[in-house]
């Protein structure tokens, strides 16, 4: 079955403490991107990859790191997280970053960082 | 960055009752999606708009890219309890590549 895997679903961490947030997708895409959602705020994307080992920020990449080194995976990482980035995470993947193409997204990862 | 203007934020209808919901940017768009998202679930896409003046149908959801390049609109006729979510509108131009603009969503709930 065609998905985009997230893991965890659900951390609750302290201030400070790095962690990391998995995705793996199985299509053979290229393009693979993290968003995070807040109320009121929609989808806002924080760091997109084209390709493997071409990343890029997106429009909220402070406080994140990503990489990739594979194509199927795109781990996004918390240095040292802050309240603020309390939040739901997304990864989404597409097909190419050529041409446009629709992106597939994971099932979420909700982040508490008291 | 570019921004998408989606409304209304919210929405309470009837079972049966028709719904829209439209999207507006002040940039021009290549592509317009249309995802629900369902509680607890990742967005899933419901209809992809690729030319301006398309008009393309899934089931009883409707959407159309607008003239202008600028807006579009999401209909649902006949809705049903299953409808509930948050629908999003997401647009892609020229000049941000692959990437997705979203709008802040529109959450639907429909009353039996």
């Known amino acids: 079955e065609a998905q985009v895997t997230q893991n965890p679903r659900y951390l609750i961490t302290v201030t400070g403490k790095k962690l990391t947030v998995t995705c793996s997708q199985n299509m053979n895409h290229e393009y693979m991107s993290w968003y995070r959602q807040d109320p009121g705020l929609g989808l806002r994307q924080i760091y997109y990859?084209?390709?493997?080992?071409?990343?890029d920020k997106g429009d909220v990449p402070e406080g994140y790191k990503v990489s990739r080194k594979e194509k199927r995976n795109f781990p996004l990482i918390l240095e040292s997280p802050s309240p603020n980035q309390t939040s739901l995470y997304f990864c989404a993947s597409s097909l190419t970053g050529g041409g446009f193409t629709e992106a597939f997204f994971g099932q979420g990862t909700r982040l508490t960082v008291v | 960055g570019q921004q998408l203007n989606q409304s209304p934020q919210s929405m309470f209808i009837q079972e049966g009752e028709d719904v829209s919901m439209n999207c507006t940017s002040s940039s021009i768009f290549n592509t317009w999606l249309w995802y629900k998202q369902d509680p607890g679930e990742g967005p899933v896409l419901l209809i992809a708009l690729y030319k301006a003046g398309e008009l393309t149908s899934n089931g009883r959801l409707t959407a159309q890219f607008g003239i202008t390049r600028k807006d579009s609109f999401l209909n649902i006729s006949a809705s049903i309890p299953s409808d509930v979510g948050i629908y999003f509108c997401a647009g892609q131009s020229d000049t941000s590549g692959s990437r997705l603009t979203f709008g802040e969503g529109t959450q639907l709930t429909v009353n039996p």
């Open positions: 990859s084209m390709n493997v080992e071409v990343t």
